[in-house]
């Protein structure tokens, strides 16, 4: 008995096992009381557990299971910022919470749960199972509101979301074609299929991330459903979208740079400028935000960009470190930013209807300025210093043209964070607000995270020495 | 470790600013007079004396793997910029009692002088940068929140025009970086390393003379935003005109000196480099400059405005210094970059005193035009007084500092380019002109009976503007105080 549990075949599974028992405990509590304090409660305990198990781990490179799952301090760290991206939206979840809290918070963990196994896979049949998981999971969150506009953004998000698993699983199959295998660490494989492949996945995972054209789902649904939802959809499932994207199209299609490098170019320059103009016209409040997380994707695939395109290993570890810097700050600052929509008491919000918040709040319109000013890339928020990587990985890669389109596209949305803080302090006294902690906790807590995260700079030698367990070879 | 004291002592002062409720102008004028008398206390204790280089070096290693540290150092350029920033800075928070502003404007004024202060100590590229951004922030949220008509439109303008230039800046540092990282397996941002023109041209223009030229576009666009020079200067008048006057003395005294500063501190050491096609683009740009904002100036009615557009003219002469030292060798390029450094120290302070007793003009009389202005002498003689001086101090009369600076630009050009300064002096006979007829019609003639009965400044208002004015005649009478020391850094840098 004792042999199989510390078996380390098993013991790589405990936070996973953990977090799911917890979940289904929840359903079963669900006869006995309905009091959201208490779900909430567990559900952070039980998310809190499941890190310090995680954290046990600290092995660089072990992989288990054939080479389906590998642990890696790498896997690890996004494993953690996803759960950290759970903490931070749980607490302000339970409290916009109607009726049946534990269904809502039980799906809240089995999304942990996919979201840990997707951080250490290394087999594309793992990460669909994980992805779905995540996307089912979010599919019921999202429709959690019972309100018509609730249902329809879950709607638009589930039927365009099922089209992609439909793409991922056309992909992986291709992908089997070509390689003889679902791992992603392969012999070299045949060009045709995984050429086929390599779109087929890219439409599938991009969808996760709203790549363009892929985006559209992501506006109506982020402005369909309530803030804590759509918080948690734009950061943490963000996130793992853009882990995996990281370690398929890298570590999977590590024989087909330039292939990969071409396509990640095209996108990236067509989502970071469609998002950018897109958020300048737009009045309402949440989809400016879509919008304004649309145009972040396109700069966090110029990490693909980069490490496919350039033979540098300078460029390489700076690029991957980047990544994680800034999905970590994003977390905070696209997080936060959506919940600090919950100030407003309407439903559709204007940017407009911010108008004297800076007189009623300065600590709300001085946080959330501090998170405008980071996504705009603005020193000395840890936003800057994101970009900062991101540009510097561009530049020692030679491709200083990305680097310069990238650079404007981050000067002209400028304009529309700018935006919303001189609406804040504009005079007007007719607006209501709701300046309750369960708002305003979450975006003071982000407004400093995102001025403290700068100091992660601080820690680069450390966090560098972690980008190989990315599972790229031959660097 | 005198200049990092300061340093700390501004943000404890700019924390105490946002913090304290009471009689916020009164501890914010303190604190900036504190600030300006330990300023002078060092400039004495270190720059007497001063034979080249940096002074109070310093330097924290915050990651040595990626070349980021916290490196201090003041050379003769940063200190007569340390001077002027402290001047400024006080003159504006003081003539800012005459309206109640709040807390919050105080707190973001000193923001903006630590921005300025960080800013001018750095020796590391990445604090440079991260300093040379968060100095807009402060600026954009003053004009946004306390500005007049068209205020949030003006910001967003200042702020994109400004950002667009920074980012460019960014990239440029990181070219620099990255060369150096490839070239010496060292990585390092400390400026006087990178900024090493034997080692551009070794690794950077002669195997990829690209790079070269990119480097230099983004350093120079970058400069030229923050002048304004002449494509790039539409953010100017909006900025000038909506921004509360405080604010439109920092923008003229502070913010303008910020490209003169890269200009001098990032682009003159690796002036080698800059090949003679740009210097030449640099001086027509400054030229340009002097004379279309001069021209544009001449038809405004408001004066704040005109005067915006003087500030801007005046700092093509340093886009032209530069140039002309590029251009040429040995004491006639000495006599251009001192010049040139010591035209932004003189038009700073000159602008101050404009803006400061057109301020106070505009706050008793409640206009600003020169079309509903006249015969202000009968009123406010002695604030007409300093109106006048700073007219002429800004039009260059001999005596006052802005003619040392631009006499020795002038002279240092006709070396190198000889007839073309018929332009540059066409420039300034426009500048003189509309000056002249600005005081003619503004303090001279009848009074304006609709006006009513206007009081003059008050006593501490008139101490203050002497004591700026004072400065002025003094850099104009005995310039080596500051002419002196500039000179041996432009010697050593060189």
Redesign the interface.
């Known amino acids: 008995m004792n042999n199989i549990l510390i078996n380390p075949q098993l013991t790589a599974m405990y936070p996973e096992i953990f977090l799911g028992i917890v979940a289904f405990g929840m359903l079963l509590m669900g006869k006995r009381t309905h009091d959201w304090k208490i779900y909430t409660s567990i559900a952070i305990i039980s998310l809190l557990i499941s890190m310090v198990l995680l954290i046990r781990f600290d092995s660089s490179y072990v992989s288990y299971y054939g080479g389906a799952f590998l642990i890696s301090n790498f896997g690890l760290y996004f494993a953690l910022i996803m759960i950290v991206s759970s903490l931070y939206v749980a607490f302000s979840a339970g409290t916009t919470l109607r009726d049946n809290p534990e269904v809502f918070f039980a799906t809240f963990l089995f999304v942990n749960v996919a979201m840990i196994i997707a951080a250490f896979s290394m087999n594309l049949i793992f990460i669909f199972i994980a992805f779905e998981g995540v996307s089912v999971g979010t599919y019921i969150l999202s429709a959690y509101g019972k309100t018509r506009r609730n249902l329809e953004a879950s709607a638009k998000y589930f039927f365009t979301g099922i089209i992609a698993t439909g793409f991922i699983v056309l992909g992986s199959s291709y992908y089997y074609m070509a390689t003889g295998t679902f791992n992603l660490i392969s012999g070299v494989p045949e060009k045709g299929p995984m050429l086929i492949a390599l779109i087929l996945l890219f439409v599938g995972f991009g969808f996760k991330l709203a790549l363009v054209p892929m985006q559209q789902w992501a506006v109506d649904a982020y402005d369909g459903t309530s803030n804590p939802v759509s918080a948690y959809l734009s950061s943490g499932t963000k996130v793992l979208a853009f882990f995996i994207l990281l370690r398929v199209f890298l570590v999977g299609f590590s024989h087909f740079y330039t292939d990969v490098f071409y396509l990640f170019v095209i996108v990236s320059i067509i989502t970071m400028t469609y998002g950018n103009f897109a958020a300048l016209s737009e009045n309402n409040l949440k989809r400016m935000l879509a919008y304004s997380s649309i145009a972040q994707a396109g700069y966090l695939i110029l990490v693909i960009a980069v490490v496919s395109g350039s033979s540098s290993t300078?460029a390489f570890t700076v690029a991957i470190f980047a990544a994680m810097y800034y999905s970590l700050v994003y977390i905070f600052m696209k997080g936060g930013s959506f919940l600090s929509v919950g100030a407003v008491r309407k439903d559709k919000v204007e940017v407009n209807d911010l108008e004297g918040i800076g007189i009623k709040s300065?600590l709300f319109a001085v946080s959330l300025s501090i998170l405008m000013?980071s996504l705009a890339g603005?020193?000395?928020t840890a936003g800057?210093f994101a970009k900062?990587y991101l540009?510097?990985s561009l530049?020692?890669g030679n491709l200083?043209w990305l680097?310069?389109i990238g650079?404007?596209n981050?000067?002209i949305s400028?304009?529309y964070y700018?935006?919303v803080?001189?609406v804040m302090?504009?005079k007007n006294d007719s607006n209501e607000f709701n300046l309750s902690s369960p708002v305003m906790l979450p975006l003071v807590l982000a407004a400093i995270l995102t001025i403290v995260l700068s100091f992660v700079?601080?820690y680069?030698?450390q966090l560098?020495s972690i980008v190989y367990g990315l599972g790229v070879m031959g660097r | 470790m005198f200049i990092i004291a300061i340093f700390l002592l501004l943000i404890l002062f700019a924390i105490l600013s946002f913090a304290i409720k009471e009689s916020s102008w009164k501890i914010a004028t303190l604190e900036s007079l504190l600030i300006l008398i330990l300023t002078m206390v060092y400039g004495i204790l270190r720059f007497t004396g001063y034979n080249g280089g940096f002074m109070s070096s310093y330097s924290y290693a915050i990651d040595t793997s990626i070349g980021i540290s916290f490196t201090v150092g003041v050379s003769a350029l940063s200190m007569a910029l340390l001077f002027l920033s402290a001047v400024i800075m006080f003159i504006a928070i003081f003539v800012s009692g005459r309206e109640k502003f709040d807390r919050s404007f105080y707190g973001l004024m000193l923001t903006t002088e630590l921005g300025l202060y960080g800013l001018l100590i750095s020796r590391n590229f990445l604090f440079f940068y991260v300093f040379w951004e968060a100095i807009i922030i402060p600026v954009f949220m003053l004009i946004s929140i306390y500005g007049g008509a068209g205020k949030e439109k003006a910001a967003l303008k200042f702020f994109v025009y400004t950002q667009i230039g920074s980012v460019f800046l960014l990239l440029s540092i990181l070219t620099l970086f990255s060369f150096y990282g490839t070239a010496n397996h060292v990585f390092t941002l400390n400026m006087s390393k990178l900024l090493d023109s034997s080692f551009i041209i070794k690794y950077i223009s002669e195997p990829q003379p690209f790079w070269t030229d990119f480097l230099l576009f983004g350093f120079f666009f970058s400069f030229l935003v923050k002048m304004p020079s002449f494509p790039l200067h539409s953010w100017l008048p909006d900025a000038y005109t909506s921004a509360p006057y405080p604010v439109s003395i920092v923008l003229a005294g502070a913010i303008s000196l910020m490209g003169g500063y890269g200009f001098f501190a990032v682009l003159l050491p690796i002036a080698p480099v800059i090949g003679s096609g740009i210097a030449w683009a640099i001086i027509i740009l400054g030229i340009f400059s002097l004379v279309y904002f001069a021209l544009v100036a001449m038809f405004q009615t408001d004066m704040k405005r005109m005067m915006a557009y003087a500030s801007a003219a005046s700092m093509g002469f340093i886009s032209i210094s530069l140039g002309i030292g590029i251009l040429s060798t040995g004491y006639i390029a000495y006599l251009a970059v001192s010049g040139g450094i010591f035209q932004i120290l003189a038009h700073g302070l000159i602008m101050g005193l404009v803006f400061s007793s057109l301020y106070i003009i505009k706050n008793t009389s409640g206009s600003q035009s020169n079309l509903t202005l006249s015969g202000l002498f009968r009123e406010m003689p002695i604030i007409s007084t300093f109106f006048l001086a700073g007219i002429m101090a800004s039009l260059g009369l001999p005596g006052l500092a802005g003619f040392i600076a631009e006499a020795s630009i002038v002279l240092a050009s006709y070396q190198v380019i000889g007839y073309i300064i018929f332009f540059i002096i066409f420039g300034m006979i426009i500048t003189a002109s509309y000056h002249v007829w600005t005081v003619q019609k503004s303090l001279n003639g009848p009074y304006n009976e609709n006006l009513g009965k206007l009081k003059d400044g008050t006593m501490m208002e008139i101490a203050v503007l002497s004591f700026l004015f004072i400065i002025i005649l003094i850099l104009g009478i005995y310039p080596s105080l500051f002419y002196h020391m500039i000179l041996v850094y432009v010697k050593g840098v060189f």
Do not use: D
């Open positions: 300078f300065p000013l603005i020193p000395p800057f900062y540009f510097l530049i020692s200083w680097a310069v650079i404007l981050s000067a400028v304009f700018l935006r803080i001189t302090f504009r700079i601080f680069y030698p560098s």
